[in-house]
């Protein structure tokens, strides 16, 4: 059922992306409750309500669950036992099962290769003997990464051909861990996607990622990568939502190599890489998202002008703002090196 008018959206955690999401549904009329374990979440400021507890708390999550018409959550690594305690009491959008693989790149990559969409070669790993066993099939940089919880490059160890260094060793003997074959790309380019109730798709343009150390430093729309590596995106995209049945916006980011794409991961969430969208489009990533998980029809995912979408990382935001950009702050009060503060939406010709 679609929701109306005043009802209420929880949000399972409260960064930045659930600040844009409450500005969203406020925009439609809909009221928004904000779960988070920090008392420094920068969505409690805006949110209707908010409560500050752990996500093991069921009485805590209980009194959210029956407080929301519907629950979404603003990044993947909730514990499913929290979604558990809310199922009897409110319906979970995106559902558990692309929470669970989005939240665990074993199952995320299984999934994304049964498929039949290409991802870097990988392997679970607990061992030294194991890491070295996967270095000998390949000639490339290898890189290690946590199987859960890892975000913005944490948790990440690349390692050189036959030199395995003692932070490789250490995270894979303390953490469940995977490897995979480094991609020497030419570039790195993400697609936002939507799925709404009735099952249709929408896509916005793909856009151009540029990373360091892990962390996204800017967007950049038109991609400018060719018509039919964007057709694939978004064809990869669409096959991914309905195996799914996904409902709300997902973020799906690519390596583009010699070989073709090859998917690095998808988060079942609105995507930094979206941020662009505020300015570029009618109807932003996060109002799409909104709009997926009320019930209601998709927007328009047009592109009415380019854009280059950069991050404020771990420094003050700048008042020094030029006319065509327009500036994001989270609201967060302590600036930490490789911390997300804001961002700024320049547009270009
Ligand atoms: P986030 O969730 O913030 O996007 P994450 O911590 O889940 O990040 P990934 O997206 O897997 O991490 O990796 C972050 C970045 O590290 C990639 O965007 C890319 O620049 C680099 N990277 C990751 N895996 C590979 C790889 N196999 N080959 C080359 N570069 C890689
Ligand atoms: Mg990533």
């Given at each position: 059922?679609?929701?109306?008018q ?6 399972l ?19 928004t409750?904000v ?7 920068p ?5 209707t309500?908010f409560?500050?507890?752990?996500f093991s ?27 558990d ?6 319906k979970?959008?995106?559902n558990?099962?692309a ?18 969409i290409n991802?870097?070669?990988?392997s679970?790993?607990?061992s ?11 000639a ?6 946590t ?6 490059g944490?948790?990440q ?10 932070a ?8 469940e861990c995977?490897?995979?074959e ?13 799925r ?6 929408l896509t ?12 996204l430093i ?11 590596l964007e057709?694939?995106?978004a064809?990869i995209?669409?096959k991914?939502?309905?195996?799914l049945?996904?409902i709300?916006v997902m973020g ?20 930094n ?12 990533q996060?109002?799409?998202?909104i709009?997926?998980i009320?019930g209601w029809p ?15 990382i771990?420094e ?9 950009q327009?500036?994001?702050?989270y ?5 930490r090196?490789g ?8 547009i270009?010709?």
């Amino acid at each position: 059922m679609a929701l109306k008018q005043g009802d209420k959206i929880g949000i399972l955690g409260g960064g930045q992306l659930a600040q844009l999401l409450i500005k969203a549904a406020n925009k439609l009329g809909l009221k928004t409750l904000v779960f988070d374990p920090n008392e420094d979440s920068p969505a409690f400021n805006i949110a209707t309500e908010f409560i500050c507890e752990p996500f093991s708390n069921q009485k805590a999550l209980e009194s959210f669950s029956k407080k929301s018409d519907i629950v979404t959550y603003e990044f993947e690594n909730i514990p499913l036992a929290t979604i558990d305690i809310i199922t009897p009491h409110c319906k979970v959008s995106p559902n558990r099962e692309a929470l669970k693989i989005g939240q665990n790149r074993l199952l995320e990559k299984a999934f994304i290769n049964q498929l039949g969409i290409n991802t870097a070669r990988y392997s679970q790993i607990s061992s030294k003997k194991e890491l070295l066993e996967f270095c000998k099939l390949t000639a490339s940089k290898s890189i290690i990464k946590t199987t859960t919880s890892g975000y913005d490059g944490k948790g990440q160890v690349v390692i050189e051909p036959g030199k395995i260094n003692t932070a490789a060793i250490e995270i894979i003997e303390n953490t469940e861990c995977i490897v995979e074959e480094f991609q020497e790309f030419h570039s790195e380019a993400s697609i936002i996607a939507s799925r709404g109730e009735s099952g249709s798709v929408l896509t916005y343009d793909s856009g151009a990622n540029l990373h360091k150390d892990g962390i996204l430093i800017n967007t950049t729309v038109p991609s400018k990568l060719p018509k039919e590596l964007e057709i694939e995106m978004a064809l990869i995209a669409g096959k991914i939502l309905n195996n799914l049945d996904y409902i709300g916006v997902m973020g799906i980011e690519f390596f583009v190599t010699s070989q073709g794409l090859i998917l690095n991961e998808f988060a079942p969430r609105v995507h930094n890489s979206g941020h662009w969208t505020l300015d570029g489009c009618l109807i932003n990533q996060f109002e799409q998202h909104i709009r997926a998980i009320s019930g209601w029809p998709l927007g328009s995912t047009n592109r009415h002008s380019n854009i280059v979408m950069t991050n404020i990382i771990g420094e003050k935001i700048t008042t020094d703002i030029k006319e065509n950009q327009s500036i994001y702050s989270y609201g967060k009060k302590e600036i930490r090196a490789g911390r997300k503060m804001g961002h700024i939406n320049t547009i270009h010709e």
